[in-house]
């Protein structure tokens, strides 16, 4: 592989996760006191969140886990726009396990009403796309309760959930595209 073609391939995949790269920037670096620096990195988050939403369901179909970060950092913009407090809880006060439960949601949705399942690939045979879509709710639901055991962690309860998930999406769906071409 080129070093041009693991480039562009390396922002294809970050172009799903514009809105929470551009969150944890602010929310990090952004100005002002920490308290209200990560509020308004929930509010400029979920606005980013909304066309990129519209965006990934139009152009990249099958981006749930994407698309479940997403729908995190909209709830987190109107948790801002009700309450500090809320916000802080939601964000600080429960870790990433809302992250990944709002992934969960969506890959429940996409489990029941997507032909690509969560694992958001093509694939001839349904009920092997349903079923390694199982296996992936399976371990965003562990990710889930990890993450909340471990809130107090950024990174056991935070990073390695989130990462979890994403490599064992990644592991999954080479195993549907070794089984499509076995077919």
């Given amino acids: 592989m080129s070093i041009t073609t693991l480039g562009r391939s ?9 809105p929470a790269i551009c969150f944890l920037m602010w929310g990090r670096f952004g100005p ?9 990195a929930y509010l400029a ?8 939403m519209i965006w ?5 179909a099958g981006s749930w886990i994407a698309l479940g970060i997403d729908l995190y950092l909209a709830i987190g913009a109107l ?8 916000v802080d809880l939601w964000g600080r006060g429960f870790g990433a396990a809302p992250a990944l ?15 690509q399942g969560f694992i958001g690939e093509p694939h ?21 309760a990890i993450a909340l055991w471990l809130r ?7 990073v390695a959930p989130m990462l979890a998930v994403l490599l064992i999406r990644g592991r999954l769906a080479r195993q549907l595209a070794l089984a499509r071409q076995t077919r």
């Fill in 124 to 144: 001839p045979d349904p009920e092997r796309v349903r079923r390694v879509s199982a296996q992936l709710l399976l371990a965003a639901g562990i990710a889930v």
């Fill in 10 to 18: 390396y922002l294809a995949h970050a172009a799903a996760f514009v």
């Fill in 152 to 158: 107090h962690s950024p990174m056991l309860g935070g």
């Fill in 45 to 52: 988050g979920g606005a980013l969140a909304l066309p990129h």
């Fill in 79 to 86: 948790l801002a726009l009700v309450s500090a407090d809320a």
């Fill in 101 to 115: 439960a709002s992934v969960f949601a969506i890959g429940l949705a996409a489990t029941l009403f997507s032909s």
């Fill in 32 to 40: 002002g006191a920490a308290g209200i620096r990560w509020q308004d």
């Fill in 56 to 60: 990934l369901l139009k152009r990249r």
